[in-house]
């Protein structure tokens, strides 16, 4: 045998599977071959550092990476992407690598409508039918074959499943039948899922299950560029995402004991990438320049369950909300569409926080949008015990004033693992009100606070002791992460207050802020204010809109009027550049000095003055 096509055996842990390799493959690779959930924000480069795993049996041909500690390397830790299988090995995915359970984030809030469905059923003889109706509506030859047996067998009627919108008839039966439609957020880490009753338009359930394409990065340049670099790759990726949708529909059905083929129509929404990787078009041009402006299509995507292999009835449609512009996606339309922003009378704020922030302002006849490049800070990559909202990430934090200790929470009360979006927003406002850090994010040095240190990246606070920690590590914040958090809190900030120029209003004429997102209904909006990411609209009511998208796909569902509105949204949105606008660095810059510029800080910025360097009781 060639020795390059050698096979080698690969035992992960602790799932215990025992794969097939191909000698030189990478672990990783192996790992994506087989689905087995090993973290890579970076989608293999070597850039990132989350894939860390520990070879416990066996050899590996390691390249040297400075992303691992001298005592890593001793106790058999290696990044899966740059280790490269050379015999049987037997590999352990430590519980910081592992993609884990997401927390499950699909609630939203829905303005309540009357259901409109483009999906119908009517009772109708086989004899029309056969004439009078198929020349206003179209069907598959199955159909019409299933159709003439009945007449055969002397069936008087049938019941008829109608596509109003696409004038066609889906199915027959000679019994009544349910009719359930499955709205979709299509988002980079998660996907969001709702099983509705089409019907009565009430929402049966939700989940959440991470999007499959995360093995190929957690970012969306990676995975374009795995789309570029690799043959097939635009059909790879559609598959994984497919692949996360029938299983969100196998858990839907089992759990409400319903057939997939009663399952009639979809609905789906993500960001402009997320939908050209799930509709099959290629994304490059999306990226291909940022100099330049790139004008997308505003319309939606219709495509046929059939084609793309998704688990539904066979003749069932899948409408995709429309994008409008680079950045601004469906699941932008979707917020917009759920909050009600488009029949606001006076300019209303919406912001979607996430990998990246989007922004809207706007009211019933126009709307302005950007997206903040935010970078994935908000889900953990570049931070040093960064991790994604899963059990064991540490999601709120407290310090006490007298000991300058961490209070934290974890989600599902697990042992801290690392911490997550929330819980850095919180850390960087706690440091900053109990005067660990300075106006720039930089610890005082002599404060005598006992959990501050030095450490290999330079000052660090310890927020979980390693005694309390389920990796056996001290889980601390470093100078660094928070830059990292300050930079990327500046960003959306600078995309609130260049929304705000552009229309010449002050932060006095916002009298309402709408919150979506999954990252968003977990946000303590204190925290944010504190650290100078969402402004002080002192006048302004705020409200939590939840998962947006998917309220958007929900809407776009039961609605014909919802989907006229969508697509008249996507038309009115006006996208702005923030890397193009001649304004950006001036407002990004600002942020630097926490909490930011005054104007938008008018009240905290200088009471935060006020705050002296943290000193032991003792």
Known sequence: MNEKHAKCAVRFLPHNIVVEATRGATILEIAVKFGIGIRSVCGGK????????????????????????????????????????????????????QIGKPKLQSSVVLPSIKPKPIIKQEILSTH?????????????????????????????RVFTILNDAKKRIIDISETEKELYGLAIDI??????????????????????????????????????RFVLDKKDG?????????????????????????????????????????????????????????????????????????DIGLSVNKNSEIYVLPCAGRFL??????????????????????????TNTEVVIGCREWFLGTTAPAGPAFEGWGLTHGVRAIAGAVESVVIDPVTCKAIYKTIDNA?????????????????????????????????????????????????????????????????EDLYNIIDSKSSVCSAISILLKKMLLTLRDIRKVYVCGAFGSYLNLNSAITIGMIP????????????????????????????????????????????LDPDFMEEYQAGFMLPGKKELFPTWRDASRNIKPWKSPS
Request: aromatic share 8%; hydrophobic share 40%; charged share 25%.
């Open 46 to 97: 070597g850039l990132c550092g989350k894939c860390k795993v520990i070879v416990r049996k066996g050899r590996v041909e390691v390249k040297k990476s400075d992303l691992l500690k001298n005592e890593e390397i001793e106790k058999g830790y290696v990044l899966a992407c740059l280790a490269r299988i050379i015999e049987d090995i037997e590999v352990e995915i430590p519980i910081e690598s």
């Open 128 to 156: 029309s039918l056969l004439s009078t109706t198929l020349s206003k509506y179209s069907l598959n030859a199955s159909i019409l074959e299933r159709l003439l047996e009945l007449e055969n067998k002397g069936v008087q």
């Open 187 to 224: 988002g980079t880490t998660k996907i969001a899922a709702a099983l509705v009753d089409i019907a009565n338009g009430r929402v049966l359930d939700t989940i959440s299950e991470f999007n499959k394409q995360l093995i190929y990065g957690e970012d969306i340049i990676s995975r374009i």
């Open 234 to 306: 635009l059909k790879e990726m559609q598959k994984a995402v497919v692949e996360t949708v029938n299983t969100v529909i196998d858990i839907l059905c089992k759990r409400h004991k319903i057939p997939r083929e009663d399952i009639y129509m979809v609905t789906a929404a993500g960001n402009t990438v997320m939908t050209y990787l799930f509709v099959g078009l290629d994304p490059y041009p999306l990226i291909r320049s940022f100099k330049e402006r790139v004008e997308v299509p505003r319309t939606p995507y219709w495509l046929e369950a059939r």
């Open 329 to 354: 996606g469906g699941d932008v339309i979707g917020d917009i569409i759920t909050s009600g922003l488009n029949f606001s009378e006076e300019p209303a704020l919406l912001i979607d926080i996430g």
């Open 415 to 479: 042992k801290p693992i690392g911490i997550c979006g929330s819980g850095y927003i919180d850390l960087l406002a706690q440091l900053f009100v109990n005067g660990l850090i300075d106006f720039f994010g930089k610890f005082y040095r002599d404060c005598n606070c006992p959990y501050i240190r030095k450490g290999e990246k330079g000052y660090e606070y310890v927020v979980v002791p390693a005694e309390e920690s389920a990796t056996g590590r001290d889980i601390v914040v470093t100078e």
């Open 536 to 579: 002080e609209f002192t006048f302004a009511k705020v409200e939590y809109i939840g998962n947006g998208s998917l309220g958007g796909a929900i809407l776009t569902l039961l609605s014909e009027d919802y989907r006229s509105e969508a697509e008249r949204v996507a038309k009115l949105l006006a996208p702005i550049e923030l890397l």
